[in-house]
């Protein structure tokens, strides 16, 4: 299934299905590579969308258990970096030597060499063993979480963290333009990232507006990771491991990633305006009234579909789901 809650089962039940399913991507993907910085990438993907889940239910399941599992997460994934951050360095350094057409071309093959050549890169069978390892993690990681046990029902389980995510991803947005520091952009990429997960999975409240808030935080991620890139490139311009390639050929690099990552904080700063608008208690309101109008609408189609096939059907149940519905959105509004 699809990285998506369902309004009309349990918020418990869906986690551990979404937990299982994740987690047996991974592991699929892992032991079936055909191209390690390829499986890496797909794998790590699969290990943050579990970390966004984690982040949905945190304060349901309280500080402590959330900060064990989400660094037992994190070290999975830290583990498989390796070889995909010397790939993605690799990339994005034949990229920017592409488009800022920096000149002579030997300069950017140069520095590509040094990152090949890093003591990282030398023992050809890490990758292979880092895999391995975090195969087995994964098996371990699913047996802890399924017993994770949850306080509240249904929308109140992912509420709070729900809120708490956006309101964090919307203080990094306003800190990454103050401080104009690279770090503080990164953090507002992984707000910005958890922000795109959690939409998906609440999507099914409303396809059409949570959707396009999902497509939206989505390219702000892309955004934000380009011009992390780029800072990886400058760091690692003004790093020891660098040989072989002169200051001022250093300088000329790092003078071009940073024209481009202006230009990409320039259009993220207008998608973080739109994306980041609402307030943080008020987009949870929302979303929980869409959640629990969907599972209403959801239940009153079912019945109807039972009724038609002529066996009967329960709309007393369904009608009193749509009224508890019509309850809580006039509290809402008191």
Not at 38 to 65: F, M, N, Q, Y
Not at 141 to 150: I, M, W
Not at 291 to 309: F, P
Request: hydrophobic share 45%; with cysteine; charged share 30%.
């Amino acid at each position: 299934m699809a990285f998506r809650f369902n309004p009309t089962e349990r918020i418990a039940d869906g986690f551990q299905r979404i937990v299982a399913e994740q987690i047996a991507r991974a592991q699929e993907i892992l032991r079936n590579a055909s191209e390690e910085s390829v499986a890496v990438h797909e794998a790590r993907k699969s290990i943050k969308r579990l970390r966004a889940l984690l982040r949905l239910v945190r304060p349901s399941i309280g500080e402590k258990t959330f900060k064990g599992e989400n660094a037992f997460l994190r070290d999975i994934g830290l583990s498989l970096s390796g070889a995909r951050d010397r790939f993605v360095l690799t990339e994005t350094l034949k990229k920017l030597g592409a488009e800022a057409q920096i000149e002579p071309r030997s300069l950017i093959a140069d520095v590509c060499a040094c990152i090949a050549g890093g003591s990282e890169a030398s023992d050809p069978e890490q990758p292979r063993l880092a895999i391995k390892q975090a195969d087995a993690l994964l098996d371990e990681a699913k047996a802890r979480l399924e017993t994770l046990k949850f306080a509240g029902s249904q929308f109140d389980v992912v509420g709070a963290g729900f809120e708490q995510s956006y309101r964090r991803a919307r203080l990094a947005f306003a800190e990454a333009y103050r401080s104009d520091d690279d770090e503080a952009f990164h953090e507002w990429r992984k707000g910005a990232q958890t922000h795109w997960r959690q939409m998906l999975l609440l999507a099914p409240a409303w396809p059409g507006y949570l959707g396009a808030r999902a497509a939206e935080a989505r390219a702000l991620s892309q955004l934000l990771g380009d011009d992390h890139d780029l800072a990886v490139v400058v760091a690692f311009l003004q790093s020891e491991a660098i040989t072989g390639v002169d200051e001022e050929g250093r300088a000329c690099i790092a003078a071009k990633a940073r024209d481009a990552q202006r230009a990409l904080r320039a259009e993220a700063y207008a998608r973080g305006q739109r994306l980041f608008a609402d307030g943080p208690k008020r987009l949870r309101r929302a979303v929980g009234e869409f959640w629990n109008a969907a599972a209403a609408l959801k239940a009153l189609e079912d019945d109807r579909a039972v009724e038609l096939s002529g066996n009967g059907g329960n709309g007393g149940k369904a009608r009193k789901r749509v009224t508890n519905v019509g309850r809580k959105v006039r509290k809402s509004a008191e």
